[in-house]
C-alpha cells in the first residue's frame, strides 16, 4: 500500500473514532429515576406547660358505614395499613402533647379491664365513614398487546369523601360525652401514566398518587381532633362524667 493511501486511511480511522468519542461524551446521562414519594403520617402539636388532670383512655379507630366495605378491601395494602397504624397512635400522642393522661391504645372498649376503665375519665376514638379510590379515564391505546393485555396511556385520578365520628364516651357506662363530625372530601389527586391496563406493577403515579390520597386523609383527620380537643372544656366534662358514674351502681 502507498505510503500516503496508508496516511489517508489511518488518519480517517482516527478521525472516525475521534467523532464517535466526542459524540458519546456529549450524550447527557439518563436522569436517575425518581424516588417514590413518601407520605407524611406524622402530626405533631407543641408541648402543653402543665399536665392536664384529665385521663383520656385511646381506643383504635373503627371503620363504620361505606368506610367498613372499603377497609375490608383495603386492609391488606401497605399504605393504607400505615396510614391506619399512624392514625392509632397518633391520637394518644396529640392528647399527650396537649396535656391529657392518657392511656392505650385499646383496640375496642371491651378489650379494657374494669380497673382500665375505672381508671380512665373517658375513652375517645374515631368513626372512619370515608372511602378513598382510584378512577382511570381518557384510556388510550398505544402499542400492541402484552402478555398482561395492551400497552395504554390514560389519567389516573385519586379522590375520597364521607364522614369521620370523633366520639368521647364515659367508660364504664358508655354514654357518649362528646361528638363531632368532620365532613371529608379530600382534593383530588391526577397523574398521567401509561403500561400495561394503563398503569400495571412499577408504575410510579399510581403509587405516589395512592400515598399522597391517603396523606391527605390522615392529616384531615388529626386536623380536625386537633381543633376539637380542648382541655378546659374537657374539664368541665370531667364533672359530668363523674355525675354519670355516681347514678350508675357496678
Same mark, same amino acid.
Not at 505510503?3 to 488518519?11: A, L, P, V
Not at 381506643?59 to 392509632?88: C, E
Given at each position: 500500500?502507498? !505510503? ?20 458519546? *461524551?456529549?450524550?447527557?446521562? &439518563? &436522569? ?24 383520656? *383512655? ?27 397504624? *399512624? ?19 385499646? &383496640?375496642?372498649? !371491651?378489650d379494657m379491664t374494669f380497673p382500665d376503665k375505672k381508671a380512665a375519665d373517658f375513652v375517645l ?5 370515608? &372511602? ?20 395504554? !396511556? ?6 375520597? *369523601? ?63 381532633? !386537633? ?24
Open positions: 500500500m502507498d !505510503d500516503s493511501i496508508r496516511h489517508f486511511t489511518s488518519t480517517l480511522v482516527l478521525a472516525v473514532f475521534g467523532l464517535l468519542a466526542a459524540g458519546s *461524551a456529549s450524550k447527557p446521562a &439518563a &436522569a436517575p429515576p425518581k424516588p417514590p414519594y413518601e407520605p407524611n403520617f406524622t402530626y405533631s402539636v407543641p408541648h402543653a406547660p402543665e399536665k392536664i388532670d384529665v385521663t383520656v *383512655a385511646i381506643i383504635a379507630p373503627t371503620w363504620t358505614g361505606d368506610g367498613k366495605d372499603y377497609w375490608a378491601k383495603m386492609k391488606g395494602d401497605n399504605v393504607s395499613k400505615t396510614m391506619f397504624s *399512624a392514625l392509632r397512635a397518633s391520637f394518644g400522642e396529640l392528647l399527650s402533647n396537649k396535656g391529657f393522661n392518657t392511656t392505650g391504645p385499646f &383496640a375496642s372498649l !371491651d376514638y374515631g368513626e372512619l365513614d370515608v &372511602a378513598l379510590k382510584i378512577d382511570r379515564t381518557n384510556v388510550r391505546e398505544t402499542g400492541p398487546g402484552w402478555s398482561t393485555g395492551p400497552h395504554t !396511556d390514560c389519567t389516573v385520578i385519586f379522590s375520597g *369523601a364521607g364522614n369521620v365520628n370523633l366520639v368521647v364516651q364515659e367508660p364504664l357506662s358508655k354514654e357518649i360525652i362528646w361528638k363531632k363530625r368532620l365532613e371529608t372530601k379530600l382534593e383530588t389527586q391526577q397523574a398521567e401514566t401509561s403500561g400495561p391496563l394503563c398503569g400495571g406493577p412499577g408504575d410510579g403515579a399510581v403509587p405516589d398518587g395512592w400515598a399522597i390520597i391517603n396523606e391527605a386523609l390522615y392529616q384531615q383527620v388529626m386536623t380536625g381532633l !386537633d381543633k376539637y380537643v380542648n382541655g378546659e372544656e374537657f374539664q368541665v366534662l370531667k364533672k359530668q362524667a363523674a355525675e354519670l358514674r355516681a347514678k350508675k351502681v357496678y
